[in-house]
């Protein structure tokens, strides 16, 4: 995949998976609640504290997007593409669950 590709659908798969296990489906909350407090607490404990940010990508879906998309198509632009893309879901879904509720 070259960087002057065009937004193909696998760029719109991979920001919908990163809006899906980052926030939007909730089975997916308690292991990574729980994975990402064993971390921290494995890096207190050894005075790691710079190691902390490495399970960021679980809970923030332009993190997730970003580095999925670099590793999937090795392409920084491409990540940066999946990971606007993957920003602009996750708006969409939260303004359409809030109009929901009200």
Same mark, same amino acid.
């Given at each position: !995949?070259?960087?002057?590709?065009? @937004?193909?659908? +696998?760029?719109? +798969?991979?920001? &919908?998976?990163?809006?899906? @296990?980052? #926030?939007?489906?909730?089975?997916?909350?308690?292991?990574?609640?729980?994975?990402?407090? $064993? #971390? &921290?607490?494995?890096?207190?404990? #050894?005075?790691?504290?710079?190691?902390?940010?490495?399970?960021?990508?679980?809970?923030?879906? $332009?993190?997730?997007?970003? #580095?999925?998309?670099?590793?999937?198509?090795?392409?920084?632009?491409?990540?940066?593409?999946?990971? !606007?893309?993957?920003?602009?879901? $996750?708006?969409?879904? +939260?303004?359409?669950? $809030?109009? +929901?509720?009200?």
């Amino acid at each position: !995949m070259v960087a002057g590709d065009i @937004i193909t659908t +696998e760029f719109i +798969e991979l920001a &919908v998976v990163a809006n899906f @296990i980052t #926030w939007y489906f909730t089975p997916f909350d308690q292991p990574r609640a729980w994975l990402t407090d $064993k #971390w &921290v607490r494995l890096c207190v404990k #050894w005075n790691q504290f710079w190691l902390v940010d490495i399970i960021k990508p679980l809970s923030c879906v $332009k993190c997730f997007a970003f #580095w999925g998309g670099l590793i999937y198509t090795q392409s920084f632009i491409s990540a940066i593409i999946i990971s !606007m893309i993957a920003l602009v879901i $996750k708006n969409i879904l +939260e303004y359409g669950t $809030k109009q +929901e509720l009200e």
